[in-house]
């Protein structure tokens, strides 16, 4: 019942009042998610930006870097082979003019040699030299020359008699640096080729010289201008506002987009100082640009990002109550710079602020017209049935002849009401007649309503078929790009050529597509459990092998980490259980990969219990402290544990599970959020990690075993999450042998040559499969469409087809079905090959005729295994060091014959007859769909070039024959 007091709000309130609340609300929440999105969209827009261009000054740079050294080497290699002579100053001025002609982004190219000549040549302007010379054979003066594009009609613009290039810079000459490393380098070096007043900074890659006899015979200098770097910077567009500046990890300027000079420009009195490099260097803090100097504060605050930066890092912070979103990127090599683009968010801000105050202002307009007419449409109602509640008093009192006040002319449900209560006591009758006419009205009101809400419920069935559509379709995508990075990282790890250095770059590849995997694996699940397509798949298992093969797997990583990974089983744990198994480990592997990201010392437990326990068949509660470390007592828990295991029993017992770690811990404000879709902690913001989704999926699975998920963390002691389930004891019978792995070498030996077709729109897939399987020696052919597969189908006649099933022209489907409906076909396998992988797909696939179903990205072991299951392969496999070799078991008997037509007896017989291994290997490949062991044995006797014994065996079939006819 309503509260007294609700009973006393006056009707037109009722009206008016939650009717206003619900277009508050909505305008409200209208409001703040237009704003959220664009504010999500601006952070999403902003990092492609600074992406993009952290990628186009890294490429621009590491091709410009490497035209440098390109050059200096070729001048190198000219001298060192006495194309040139290195005393020859003007042959060398000239072949340095054509090289400014020829490279027109290079600044200066330049020579020093042991006698002391030094010679430059460096670009102006566009139709302008400078030229740099000092012959201390001839004169001991320093000359620079400005000059035409050829090098000719020379103007004398400076004359120093104070230059040695052997003590350039004075204190610390490069000419003595590069001799002693023998080797080229890169370093920054002050110009003065504009003259004394004008120095400038540039990068420059320096190399020794060599005669044939390894003696040294000078320095080859190649420079660029940071000016012409900042200008190339300049040309970037990184928004409005933003910028992108060059600057090495002790947060020392390079250049910058701003066109600032990177660099002290004043001219010094002082020779020393005046080339002096660390001289003349400026920080970035010390910018005229208040943007660079806040973003380099910021950086050297946090200086993990300066000097531990090897991939692309993104932050953000606030100057001048704006918010900035800024990325770092390394510039690997001996210059060792970071790339650092800033971006503020007001360059995309300014429209949706404008787009939020327009929403806004149409919001309250449309809010103050919905109270107007709330009012207007309440007292529209209310006062004819105020109206109508003084007539029905009057009537109550016995004034039967008393009317209402109404007009009546209205021809609404009121109007009636009104002309009833006139003649309800002279016409009781036409009173209930109206009455059911109302009734009539509100069953069709009624209708309609029920069908609006079935096309509503129509429209949220579409929607959540297209978000299905969605998330399968991009899971498509995405597999298909990830099954050719994990195959062939997983064919490039068997090269036996490969250095450590390569093999460990491989491993990081395929560590990245398999997490990669496991994040799009997680929004499948979310999406099934969201869908409610979630189900349990019971089988059984050993327990303890999968809690020794979890821990195993994290094992390597936690000592790497300096914790310690402890395993803690109390005596009552069964064996084998019998629950979802992928499930359950996919929980541990969440809550313990979690345990471990954000512990940085102590130790990391996963605790097992048993709640209650099945004595004799029937349920009692275990109350057991005590409990077994797996690896240090492992003999002592398997004779404790694996007594009475096996049971018919299948009352469920409760397990309990518990990953205790020392870590940093969560706080209690965020506990509610934990299980949160896309949700994470402070600590995961922090540390970039994770996707939010690994404990919403484990409490769903752990929902769905039977059981519940609970977490208790303290901030810097650590957290403890606990979950349990319900699952009855498992059978060991019925736990099928774990297949012993091994490396794939060749096809066994006496085997026939299977012609396997690949069918593929993508060639990296098609080459994928090809490598993978060619080297064992299997007859192959490709083709990118179903239509090209069936031609070849036709011709080929293969043993079996893998078959992508999404292509253009004719997709998979399509020609599956054809294939299988030809009267030509020959009992062809076709493998379904699909980046999907939910269970409708898998439907589909095989209703379209497929044999079996692979999923992309496969592992080699589901391609080796496809072929043994449906063409009967063997194959040579590498396994603890030696050679194992599966041989058929068939023993041929005259009687397997007496199974094949006379006709084709007579041309085996008359093969035989001839030594024509040709035409039997044709026949035996006519029976291989029908007979494949009989095929089979009969092929190991012509490999074994046994033709007497196939003769001998079709002469006893005969014999047979006649003796029984």
Known sequence: MLPLRLHQVPLRQVLILPFVL??????????YLSYRSGQQAVTDLANQLMEETGDRVKDNLESYFALIASVNRSNATILQKNLLDIYNLPAIQNHFVQQNKIFPTVSTVALANEEGDFLSVEQLLQDTLV???LDASQDPGFYRYFANENGDNLKLQELRNDYDPHNDPPGNPWYETTRKARQGNWSLVVSLSKGKNKPEIHVAHMLPLYDAKEQFQGVSIVTSALIETGQFLASLNVGTKGQVFLIEPNGMLIATSTEEVPFAPQPSNELAENVNVQHRRLSATQSQNEITRTTTEYLLNTKHLLTNTTQPQVFEFRFNSERYLAQIMPLQGKLNWRIVTVVPESDFMAEIFANTRITIVLCLIALSVAIVLGVFTARWITQPILKLNQAAKSLSKG?????????LSRQ???GELAQSFNSMATQLQAAFKT??????ERTVELTQSNLQLAIAKKKAEVANQAKSAFIANMSHELRSPLNSILGFSHLLNHAPELTPDHRDSIRIINQSGEHLLSLINNVLDLSKIEAGKTTLNPQNFDLWNLLNQTADMFRLRAENQGLKLLLELTPDVPRYLYTDLLKLRQVLINLLNNALKYTTEGSVTLRVTTKSSIVNGHLSMVNSHSSIVIGQANDQQATTNDQG????????????FEVEDTGLGIATEELEQLFQAFSQTQTGKDTQEGTGLGLVISRQFVQLMGGEIKVKS????GSSFIFDIQAPLGDSKKIAPQKPTCKILALAPNQPYYKILVVDDKTTNRQLLLKLLNPLGFLLREAENGQEAIAIWQEWEPDLIFMDMRMPVMDGYQATRQIKSSTQDRNTVVIAFTASVLEEEKSIVLSAGCDDFVGKPFRESVIFDMLTKHLGVQYICEANHETLVKKPSYDLKATDLKLMPTDWLTKLDQATTALNEELILSLLHQIRDLHPLLATALTDLVHQYRFDKIKKLIEECNGEWRIEN
């Open 22 to 31: 619900q277009i508050f609300a909505v305008v409200g929440l209208v409001g």
């Open 131 to 133: 030229i740099r010379k």
């Open 399 to 407: 004034q039967w002849d008393q009317e209402t006040e109404l007009e």
């Open 412 to 414: 609404d449900e009121l």
């Open 435 to 440: 009455l059911e006419k109302r009734v009539s």
């Open 645 to 656: 295991q096996t049971t018919n029993n299948k009352q469920p017992i409760t397990i309990q």
């Open 714 to 717: 303290q901030v810097g002691v």
